[in-house]
């Protein structure tokens, strides 16, 4: 999130409760963990079934706190992935998290899905699939911001320099970049998860970075139908390509 979306915050204390909510991708999971000094300890996790968000996320995360004991006001941060993936789960999940978060005033941060998946592979840039033979796309090169954006062959063929190395987690998204880039090592991973979500995003509560809640949107990574049928790889990579912290 940029920080026109962060607010000072008091930083969470050790012993603290966090939960992590990700409904971003085919399948999705809502996790909890404990603070314990510098550790994380993960107390469980729940995987839920892709297009049924709506109807289990709010039963899933209940039955979570209530087998760990915890009541909902006892959490002291919630980490919501906000994408990029699908509009539908990406929307029921930050409506789960503003719902939650608001009444008791509960501290909220919002982690890229693609950020997990490059932390939790070890490699800088990364892809996932985006359907319709394009990918959301994670771009950290050396002296540059990171840049995500949405990327089908035309804005593939016109970056340069190749990463030498992209994470990636599904079929769909290593064969278009196994054709675009036959030189880059695509390192595959497995998909990224609500505790993965976790384990980043404990460190920006611990630190005090909350999100404002009225301005907490998804990162939905999508053109307009001009850009998309448009001609011009090159301008409209750039047109899609967003920055991120």
Not at 143 to 171: H, N, S
Request: charged letters at 20%.
């Amino acid at each position: 999130m940029g920080a026109e979306y962060l607010l000072p915050g008091t930083p969470m204390q050790p012993g603290g409760l966090l939960l992590a909510i990700d409904t971003c991708g085919p399948a999705g999971s809502v996790a909890l963990g404990r603070l314990a000094g510098r550790d994380l300890e993960i107390l469980g996790q729940t995987e839920l079934e892709g297009r049924s968000y709506s109807a289990t996320l709010v039963a899933a995360v209940g039955d979570l706190l209530v087998n760990a004991g915890i009541a909902l006001r006892d959490l002291g941060g919630i980490v919501a992935v906000s994408g990029p993936g699908s509009f539908t789960g990406v929307r029921v999940g930050l409506s789960t998290v503003k719902g939650l978060a608001e009444p008791a005033q509960i501290p909220v941060v919002a982690i890229s899905r693609l950020l997990v998946l490059s932390r939790k592979s070890g490699v800088p840039s990364c892809a996932i699939d985006a359907h319709r033979g394009e990918v959301f796309l994670r771009l950290e090169e050396v002296g540059q911001k990171p840049r995500e954006l949405l990327a089908g062959k035309q804005e593939l063929a016109a970056i340069r320099p190749v990463p030498l190395r992209v994470a990636v987690c599904d079929e769909a998204a290593e064969a278009l970049l196994a054709a675009a880039w036959p030189d880059a090592q695509l390192v595959r991973c497995e998909a990224p998860t609500a505790q993965d979500a976790l384990r980043l995003g404990e460190a920006r509560l611990v630190a005090g970075g909350n999100v404002d809640l009225a301005l907490l949107d998804g990162n939905y990574l999508r053109r307009s139908d001009a850009e998309i049928f448009g001609t011009g790889g090159g301008g409209t990579a750039a047109a899609a390509g967003r920055q991120r912290a």
